[in-house]
């Protein structure tokens, strides 16, 4: 069974930073390629970053490019997301996301497991 669970969400002010953190099961951690996707009210799910199993390899939505930074700490079983110079567009919620395979990391259907999700409200 994989479980992921996102951490640290919250409302933070435009130009304001937050980290969000995913605890995976301890196979996760080391096996698979992990991203994060956010959705917000009405929208579609979209790809936000993915790093591979081994931490070297990001990517990036253009959006997020320059301001957002994903990591991963296999030890600890978890997955970062640090986000700074927020802006209102950011609000949605973010999920994190396990995937086998390095393909298609951008594509919410490639994934097979999910967190719950959490909220981030940037208030302008």
């Known amino acids: 069974q994989v479980q992921l669970v996102e951490s640290g969400g919250g409302l933070v002010q435009d130009g304001g930073s937050l980290r969000l953190s995913c605890a995976t099961s301890r196979r996760t951690s080391s096996t698979y390629v992990m991203g994060w996707f956010r959705q917000a009210p009405g929208k579609e799910r979209e790809f936000v970053a993915a790093?591979?199993?081994?931490?070297?390899?990001?990517r990036y939505a253009e959006s997020v490019k320059g301001r957002f930074t994903i990591s991963r700490d296999n030890g600890k079983n978890t997955v970062y997301l640090q986000m700074n110079s927020l802006k209102p567009d950011d609000t949605a919620v973010y999920y994190c996301a396990a995937k086998a395979l390095w393909g298609s990391y951008y594509s919410p259907l490639e994934y097979n497991y999910w967190g719950q999700g959490t909220q981030v409200t940037v208030s302008s």
């Open positions: 790093v591979n199993v081994n931490g070297i390899l990001t």
